[in-house]
């Protein structure tokens, strides 16, 4: 497929008032206003998407009426693809606004803010003449400074409560990468102390 060929005002297009109506598809979706694509998005069924969608919060404070127009998508490998190479060729408003390109560098992968706050993110490390991977060094830093004893409590806490060490329990939490993925860690581990003991 060749995204220059594809010509917008030929897609099935909605009122985004009428979003319910949409199928249950795969899909490529352009939020419209008039013949100007504000957004591309893709999902795996996009009335799902439109009855849940957060966009909501980058079209406050634009006027007018919304469409959706959308492509239907056979093979959900293919979406990403698709959506990549259509928002590189429209370089639609509220895309180009999204700080997945510089968060994504990061190990942690992309970090979701809001509008506003990316926006203040921008401006303060604009002003602080420092790149974005140094200001998020200096929040995360004074993230961990400030929580760091009152997390220390909460681990020493379960190794108390558990018959660990704050080591053990530290250990857990850092190599796991959802709750219960720690809690599962824990429990294995507290059963393999019983056992030995």
Not at 8 to 26: A, K, Q, V, Y
Not at 81 to 103: C, S, T, W, Y
Not at 116 to 138: C, G, P, Q, Y
């Amino acid at each position: 497929m060749n995204v220059t060929d594809i010509n917008i005002s030929n897609l099935p297009t909605i009122p985004i008032s009428e979003r319910h109506n949409l199928p249950d598809c795969p899909a490529i979706y352009f939020v419209m206003q008039g013949d100007t694509i504000l957004y591309i998005g893709q999902t795996r069924n996009l009335r799902k998407r439109w009855l849940a969608h957060q966009i909501w919060q980058h079209l406050y404070g634009i006027s007018g009426e919304f469409l959706i127009a959308w492509l239907e998508c056979g093979d959900n490998k293919l979406l990403s693809g698709i959506e990549k190479a259509l928002i590189l060729h429209f370089k639609p408003q509220l895309n180009k606004r999204r700080i997945v390109d510089k968060m994504t560098e990061l190990p942690s992968g992309g970090i979701p803010l809001s509008e506003h706050d990316l926006d203040w993110f921008k401006v303060m490390t604009s002003m602080a003449e420092s790149s974005i991977r140094a200001n998020l060094s200096s929040v995360l830093t004074t993230f961990v400074s400030e929580c760091k004893d009152s997390y220390k409590e909460k681990i020493e806490y379960e190794a108390n409560k558990y018959g660990l060490t704050f080591d053990e329990v530290f250990a857990i939490y850092r190599d796991s990468s959802t709750a219960k993925e720690a809690l599962e860690r824990r429990q294995q581990l507290i059963n393999e102390k019983n056992q030995n003991n």
